[in-house]
């Protein structure tokens, strides 16, 4: 099962034990009835029988004085187990002999007073603040939703029971902005740790209403968007009052350390954005972002330059004038970054060659990928010999060379080219390239704990987290 059914199931299970909650008190409070009811008739029984006794007593015998009926009280003392005081009471007094049968009715005037308070609110005879106190299990778990599990999730959320489900990611896709907050809303603040959001049509203004609704978490410090229509390339009525919604939302977000705002087309705003943040950030992922050179001169200069520890501009077209602000950033980040991703961004043989000195002060890289990029074979090689140098690298994502493409490629293909243009059939260029890596890795003592791979479908980027 993936995470989707996985929630599916864990919210049915938490409906279902509510509702198995309810029948059992309900069959409780059913057998207190019927006990309470033949109380009622065993006190009715004996206050007759005892009226009758008592005036037959004052018939027969006149100046006697009437008979002391003695009753137990209980008490009970914290640590001292019960304690029990004998009362001399008259037997006019409404009074229940019997210890166990005063507990038992104490206890059913208890469930008397719950039920009554309750019974305005809830069908069941619980209000939800009668369930917080009788969860039995807090169960913590990520929550995956869209539009066809959002009601079962909704309802697990809104109608506690024996189970009490809490949220420690939670993830949607395909949900409009007034659904997400309805479960915004539902849950626990003390426990979000993250949010994930995709594919979901949500627009400057919806994302706008968003985010304020994410400050009162505060242990959130992780926000993913993706693919959220926020074409910020044409410009509408009251967008550049929404961005500035938007920045102050962001700004709110005080624990905020990972930020990945994917194919949201934002050109030129990376500053709004980011300088709202009062803390800076260690994880970000702007790919598809249209990135501008003043964008990445911004994030140089940044305050969030010198605690990245991964960065990933996937997708952003590099040239010679954004190049600078790159190297730039690069060696702000130099003691920092373990994890840098750079694929589909144009880098020729040139432009390459410029990077690689920048690229070189990375120390503590563990994961390097440079896929869909239009580089030679001798430029590949110039890349692995960089990369081996890395003592802390384990993963290093290469772009298959332009010489194992067939033929009519431009002579600067986009990464989209790249991507749907077929590779020669003859594996004899494949091979010499695997030959001509092997011998680089060799001769630096890499080949053993360095993955370097083209295969953009099967890599496992958890390489990098491993020891």
């Given at each position: 099962m993936g995470g989707w059914s996985l929630t599916v199931a864990l919210c049915s299970m938490v409906l279902q034990a509510r509702a198995a909650a309810s029948r059992a008190h309900r069959r409780d409070g059913e057998r207190e009835r019927k006990r309470g009811l033949e109380a009622e008739r065993e006190r009715g029984g004996t206050i007759k029988r005892d009226r009758g006794t008592i005036g037959h007593g004052k018939d027969s015998e006149e100046g006697h004085k009437e008979e002391e009926v003695g009753k137990i009280e209980c008490r009970s003392n914290e640590g001292e187990g019960t304690v029990c005081h004998e009362q001399v009471l008259l037997p006019e007094d409404d009074s229940v002999k019997g210890v166990r049968r005063r507990m038992e009715i104490q206890r059913g005037k208890s469930s008397s007073e719950l039920k009554s308070n309750t019974s305005n609110n809830n069908s069941n005879g619980f209000s939800d603040q009668d369930w917080d106190q009788v969860v039995v299990v807090h169960v913590r778990a990520d929550v995956f939703v869209n539009s066809r599990s959002w009601e079962?999730?909704?309802?697990?959320?809104?109608?506690?029971?024996?189970?009490?489900?809490?949220?420690?990611?939670?993830?949607?896709?395909?949900?409009?902005?007034?659904?997400?907050?309805?479960?915004?809303?539902?849950?626990p603040q003390h426990d979000l740790l993250g949010v994930d959001i995709r594919y979901s049509s949500l627009g400057v203004?919806?994302?706008?209403?968003?985010?304020?609704?994410?400050?009162?978490?505060?242990q959130l410090h992780s926000l993913r968007l993706h693919y959220c229509n926020l074409?910020?390339?044409?410009?509408?009525?009251?967008?550049?009052?929404?961005?500035?919604?938007?920045?102050?939302?962001?700004?709110?977000?005080?624990?905020?350390?990972?930020?990945?705002?994917?194919?949201?087309?934002?050109?030129?705003?990376?500053?709004?954005?980011?300088?709202?943040?009062?803390?800076?950030?260690?994880?970000?992922?702007?790919?598809?972002?249209?990135?501008?050179?003043?964008?990445?001169?911004?994030?140089?200069?940044?305050?969030?330059?010198?605690?990245?520890?991964?960065?990933?501009?996937?997708?952003?077209?590099?040239?010679?004038?954004?190049?600078?602000?790159?190297?730039?950033?690069?060696?702000?980040?130099?003691?920092?970054?373990?994890?840098?991703?750079?694929?589909?961004?144009?880098?020729?043989?040139?432009?390459?060659e410029a990077l690689l000195p920048s690229l070189s002060c990375c120390r503590a890289l563990r994961s390097l990928r440079l896929a869909l990029n239009p580089l030679s074979r001798m430029g590949l090689l110039s890349l692995a010999r960089t990369a081996a140098g890395f003592r802390s690298l384990r993963l290093l994502l290469y772009p298959n060379p332009l010489e194992e493409y067939e033929p009519g490629l431009p002579a600067l293909p986009s990464s989209a080219q790249l991507l749907g243009w077929p590779l020669l059939e003859e594996a004899e260029g494949r091979n010499l390239t695997l030959r001509l890596l092997d011998e680089v890795l060799s001769s630096r003592g890499r080949s053993r704990d360095l993955l370097v791979t083209s295969d953009l479908l099967n890599y496992s980027p958890d390489l990098a987290l491993d020891d």
């Open positions: 079962r999730v909704r309802d697990a959320l809104s109608h506690p029971g024996p189970l009490r489900l809490e949220c420690c990611f939670l993830c949607v896709e395909e949900l409009s902005a007034p659904s997400i907050a309805s479960l915004l809303g539902l849950l203004s919806g994302l706008a209403m968003l985010l304020p609704l994410l400050a009162p978490f505060p074409d910020l390339q044409r410009t509408q009525p009251g967008q550049q009052e929404a961005l500035q919604d938007m920045s102050k939302g962001l700004g709110s977000l005080k624990k905020l350390k990972r930020l990945c705002l994917t194919a949201l087309r934002l050109p030129g705003h990376l500053h709004l954005l980011l300088s709202s943040l009062s803390q800076p950030l260690e994880v970000l992922e702007l790919p598809y972002l249209c990135l501008t050179s003043t964008d990445l001169a911004y994030l140089s200069c940044s305050q969030h330059a010198p605690f990245l520890r991964e960065l990933d501009l996937s997708e952003n077209w590099l040239d010679e004038s954004s190049l600078p602000s790159l190297c730039r950033l690069l060696g702000q980040a130099e003691s920092t970054l373990t994890q840098l991703s750079l694929c589909g961004c144009g880098l020729s043989d040139s432009l390459l």
